[in-house]
């Protein structure tokens, strides 16, 4: 057994007289027995107990029965006792197909190693390698020295004929100064391009019509999108 009860109360009653180091003996004693599962000999006992050959024959005798093959003690036999029981019908219930449900598994089940205390320690080789999930996209806020890339500002002409060069420039620096200047978490985004055309489609149902013509107007150099004194240089 790896796990079993221990009753403050009980123990305080039963031990209170015992010294500091009898009680550390009395319980190695308990442990040894619970997790072997039978009787200790005398000689385990005093190598269990460090050397304490007093304390150790002192607990032995008024908390053990010594039989023909070690000493016993009557809550540890009658827990064990139990906990086999338990096991062994699990084990049946196990080979027929498992517990009948909703019961809950009891202690020694096999069945369910979260609510067994005396299930084997978990080692690394019984977890299953499982894919990691997708790390969830951060967002950034906007370059204070933003400026429109060239495909974006293609993008709203082809979307809004009715826009010029000069029209989408002017939403360009609106685009920047709202956002540069906005506080707070929404002043994050994960995909400013998808901004920058979600504020083109919301900014279109204000514009005035310009003439076609004055698309002829754009100009461009390198990936930006430019104003015209700046282009002609």
């Not at 093959?69 to 338990?86: F, L, N, P, S």
């Not at 062994?88 to 196990?94: D, L, S």
């Not at 685009?175 to 506080?183: I, P, S």
Request: proline share 6%; net charge positive; aromatic share 10%.
């Amino acid at each position: 057994m790896h796990y079993y009860q221990h009753n403050i109360g009980d123990y305080a009653r039963d031990t209170g007289h015992l010294s500091v180091i009898e009680h550390g003996v009395y319980r190695l004693l308990l442990d040894w027995c619970y997790l072997n599962e039978k009787p200790i000999t005398t000689e385990q006992a005093m190598r269990i107990a460090r050397g304490y050959q007093l304390e150790t024959q002192s607990v032995l005798s008024e908390f053990f029965q010594l039989e023909s093959d070690g000493w016993t003690h009557k809550r540890v036999i009658k827990e064990i006792a139990d906990y086999r029981v338990k096991a062994e019908k699990n084990r049946q219930n196990g080979a027929k197909g498992g517990r009948p449900k909703p019961n809950t598994n009891p202690v020694g089940s096999q069945a369910d190693a979260k609510h067994n205390p005396n299930q084997e320690p978990i080692t690394n080789n019984q977890y299953i390698d499982a894919p990691l999930a997708p790390p969830t996209k951060r967002g950034s806020r906007l370059p204070e020295d933003w400026k429109l890339p060239k495909h974006l500002g293609e993008w709203a002409l082809k979307q809004f004929p009715q826009w010029s060069a000069d029209d989408v420039r002017t939403e360009a620096d609106k685009f920047r100064d709202f956002w540069v200047a906005k506080t707070g978490k929404d002043a994050s985004k994960a995909d400013w391009d998808a901004t920058w055309r979600n504020w083109c489609r919301n900014a279109k149902k204000d514009a005035k019509p310009t003439p076609q013509s004055r698309n002829a107007q754009i100009f461009k150099a390198g990936n930006l999108w430019l104003d015209n004194k700046t282009s002609s240089k």
